[in-house]
């Protein structure tokens, strides 16, 4: 059940097909860290399904066959603020010179099975991404929940054949894709995080792992309100969380930093007009009061 694609200039892979690549990995300084062309074979890679980074999952869908171009890749769709040591330093911008060579369009497996196979189908590849982050292998570990999650997804137009999704299957995505949050915040890539807590948002609004670490990552790229909401909603379910606390601890000292260089920037604009005194906090008025636990 499969339809190879060799010919020049045929239309973009779809997502789940399996593509047949070569590929040149260097820095922006030029150094190479990796080649497939040194290597010999092709590489294969099935689309949108997290088995490569995101920016391959992009630029490859966009590319014909035949076509030979220069991915950018900045960090956040690449290897994150962890990198992939020792080769790639963490928040590194890749180039990779890369030519799609050809693809296979597959019928997604999950469409033939009952829900009770891809329930099992999912539990046994989670098991499989558990081992994988057991042993420190968080890139591999993410893409192996992801690949389990996607025999669940209730959002998927075929991944659940007739029929509607119960309880327990929701239950199931909701672990897959929330221990892939998990292994992305390890690996500190951000916008993966974000993202994969908003999937875990829409089947579990109250999830309050979900919550925390979405309210973590918005707070490490600056997204201060969208933290705190995410992080006061997260108190509100589980106040003794020393996790929650902490970076509750961590959003006051942001929101306090930030108040003060605005200070420093108007304080000389308005003179002896008080516009930041004792009362500057009110948009903390709902956090001051938190307990939390200091950094060590």
């Known amino acids: ?37 040194s290597r010999g074979p092709p590489f294969s890679f099935q689309i949108g399904m997290r088995q490569v980074i995101k920016g391959w999952d992009v630029g490859f869908a966009s590319m014909r066959v035949g076509e030979r171009a220069v991915l950018k890749i900045r960090s956040d769709y690449g290897y994150g603020g962890g990198g992939s040591p020792p080769k790639i330093p963490g928040g590194a911008t890749l180039l990779f010179d890369v030519e799609l060579l050809g693809y ?40 192996t929940y992801q690949k389990a999650a996607s025999f669940v997804d209730p959002d998927a137009d075929s991944a659940l054949g007739d029929g509607a999704t119960d309880s327990e299957t929701t239950a199931l995505y909701v672990s897959c894709v929330g221990n892939a949050s998990m292994c992305y915040v390890r690996q500190k890539v951000w916008a993966d995080v974000i993202d994969s807590a908003k999937k875990v948002l829409r089947c579990d609004p109250n999830n309050v792992k979900a919550l925390y670490r979405r309210g973590m990552a ?27 606390r902490k970076e509750i601890g961590l959003l006051k000292e942001k929101i306090a ?40």
Do not use: C, W
């Not at 099975?113 to 292998?137: H, V």
């Not at 309100?225 to 996790?243: G, H, N, V």
């Open 104 to 143: 296979q369009k597959s019928l997604k497996d999950a469409a033939l099975m009952t829900i009770e196979e891809k329930k099992t189908t999912a539990t046994r590849i989670k098991a499989k991404g558990t081992k994988l982050f057991s042993a420190g292998k968080y890139g591999e570990a993410a893409k």
């Open 218 to 244: 918005q707070l490490r790229i600056g997204a201060v309100s969208e933290a705190k909401s995410d992080l006061m909603a997260a108190y509100k379910i589980d106040p003794k969380s020393k996790e929650i």
């Open 1 to 37: 059940q499969s339809q190879p694609s060799t010919a020049p200039g045929a239309p973009p892979p779809p997502n789940l097909s399996t593509v047949k690549a070569h590929y040149t990995g260097t820095l922006e300084d030029g150094t190479e860290f990796d080649s497939s062309r």
């Open 257 to 296: 930093e930030n108040k003060k260089k605005e200070k420093n920037a108007y304080g000389g604009f308005f003179g002896k007009v008080n516009m930041y005194g004792d009362k500057d906090v009110k948009d903390v008025k709902d956090v001051k009061d938190v307990p939390h636990d200091k950094r060590q």
